[in-house]
């Protein structure tokens, strides 16, 4: 299962369209995301490459209860014994089996396309319980220490992680992603509330930025943002442009 280093102890784990980031010190590794359901062995053998075990996770954060963010999470909290850690909005849903609340599609050729697929996933999840809530301004002490910034929008209950180290490190979750370019999520439960997240992500401090779709962003990953989302964010346009990575 190919690995990808983005920094001392920032891993990510590619599942195909959706990604699983490592996040590890001397205590051991911390798992973000699950991906869809069925990718527990991947997630097992990336760990693997990276010199770990299952028993050596300490905890599986979520950033949101969408099927492709939590998919695995029963899977992977049995193989691991580790704690599930989520925002408490999404957790409530997640203990029920749910993974989908009401969403509308941004307006864009591009958000209009990916929609169409999101609709032909699954929704169901098994129950699965969560033993950990997180709200803003928490901060876990693992992995160095990972801040907890609720950016909800694309989820009520979803968050994003902060690490303040080499140049700062900001996991996206899908508050945004970077698929043809950097976007915002083709669907949002609240647009206005998603592009208020994003804005306040783009004051923050980091050179690196890190998605649960598509790639890294290295160097100067704050200013990207800011150059998009800093001000007044607006939807993308209505015809999609092709953008350079």
Do not use: C
């Amino acid at each position: 299962m190919p690995v990808e280093t983005i920094a001392p102890g920032v891993h990510i784990i590619a599942l195909g369209f959706v990604n699983a980031i490592v996040l590890a010190d001397d205590a051991g590794p911390v798992i973000v995301d699950t991906g869809m359901p069925d990718s527990t062995e991947k997630i097992l053998s990336g760990l693997q490459e990276l010199g770990y075990s299952a028993e050596d996770v300490q905890k599986i954060i979520v950033t949101h209860k969408h099927i492709d963010h939590t998919g695995s999470l029963a899977a992977l909290k049995n193989a691991t014994g580790a704690p599930a850690v989520m925002h408490a909005v999404d957790a409530a849903l997640v203990r029920m089996g749910e993974s989908i609340r009401p969403v509308k599609t941004a307006p864009s050729i591009f958000s209009k396309f990916m929609a169409v697929m999101m609709r032909m996933t699954p929704t169901d999840l098994d129950p699965v319980a969560i033993e950990e809530e997180v709200i803003e301004g928490d901060t876990l002490q693992l992995a160095g220490g990972i801040e907890v910034l609720h950016t909800p929008g694309h989820s009520a209950g979803h968050i994003s992680l902060y690490l303040p180290r080499d140049g700062g490190i900001l996991i996206a979750g899908d508050a945004a992603i970077h698929v043809m370019g950097l976007r915002h999520p083709p669907v949002f439960e609240d647009m206005n509330v998603g592009m208020a997240s994003l804005q306040r992500l783009s004051s923050l401090p980091f050179d690196t930025a890190v998605f649960m779709h598509g790639k890294p962003l290295h160097g100067g990953a704050a200013q990207r943002f800011s150059d998009k989302w800093g001000r007044a964010a607006r939807p993308e346009p209505l015809v999609s442009r092709r953008t350079s990575p």
